[in-house]
């Protein structure tokens, strides 16, 4: 995580094998300092603006969750009640700042400002897993957090009131996520890359698929599958709309055309 200060930029790295994080120079790299941390972290740290100033969040593997300043100090704590399973998620309320987590019990918020837990999300034999993202997909100003989840599924779900907004079944472990209008509706869809097909989109509405990918099967099927996550992406070039990703295979770097009319979310 990169927090920049009215002097420079601090890099946040977490040593999970050393229970230390380490601030460094956001310039030249050299190590600020170093942290003694009492727990496993999950998903690394977060950033987010706290009246005005820039903080750190970080959860744990036991549930405790963290704001500490520029400097690394805690300055308060909290506890989301269960084993954490993803990074912690910043997201500003439509009443109060919120920070979102998955645990082994589903999608807990906490408020921001005391990290009181506020509500949970429960998900059916089920929880969240890897990066919970933020983004308002009707346009209506509030936020809906994506997560994906341990038996393959994506979930949409209502930052404001916590209700379930549709969960769909992508068939097999999702990895990165972007967003998009693919289908021309106004509004704004759900790419994810899986294990098995290079991209999919899901309708931000409902769920339901929209685009797949048209990538022969057999070309996964030949290539061992790795751990490493991929990261996706949908930009704008010219006229068109691109997902750029590493491909199913993970041996290299691929590049596809969405449909025609298709517009990458703003951000």
């Known amino acids: 995580a990169v927090l920049e200060t009215a002097r420079s930029s601090l890099v946040f790295i977490v040593d999970n094998s ?32 706290d009246q005005s100033s820039q903080r750190i969040l970080l959860a744990f593997a036991n549930g405790r969750i963290e704001v500490r300043d520029e400097t690394g100090a805690v300055l308060r704590s909290g506890d989301a009640g269960s084993a954490v399973t993803t990074a912690p998620l910043f997201v500003k309320g439509s009443h109060a700042p919120l920070v979102m987590v998955g645990t082994k019990n589903g999608l807990t918020a906490l408020n921001a400002d005391d990290l009181r837990p506020l509500g949970r ?25 994506l997560m994906v989840t341990q038996h393959g599924r994506v979930v949409a779900v209502n930052a ?77 070039l010219g006229k068109a709309a691109l997902l750029v990703s ?22």
Request: glycine fraction near 10%.
């Open 160 to 236: 404001a009131d916590g209700q379930i907004l549709w969960n769909a079944d992508v068939g097999s472990e999702a990895d990165g996520m972007t967003f998009a209008d693919v289908n021309g509706d106004g509004v704004i869809d759900v790419v994810v890359a899986t294990s098995q097909v290079f991209a999919l989109a899901l309708s931000g509405r409902d769920g339901s698929i929209v685009w797949r990918d048209s990538e022969d099967p057999g070309l996964v099927a030949n290539h061992a599958t790795s751990l490493a996550p991929r990261s996706i992406v949908a930009l704008s």
């Open 121 to 145: 999300v429960a998900i059916k034999d089920d929880a969240p897993r890897g990066t919970l993202v933020a983004e308002d997909l009707n346009a209506d100003g509030v936020a809906e957090v």
């Open 18 to 49: 050393l229970q230390r994080m380490f601030l460094l120079d956001g310039v030249d790299g050299n190590i600020v300092s170093q942290l003694k941390l009492p727990q496993r972290v999950v998903g690394g740290p977060a950033t987010f603006i």
């Open 246 to 267: 590493g491909d199913t295979s993970r041996t290299g770097l691929r590049a596809v055309e969405l449909p025609n009319g298709s517009v990458p979310a703003k951000h």
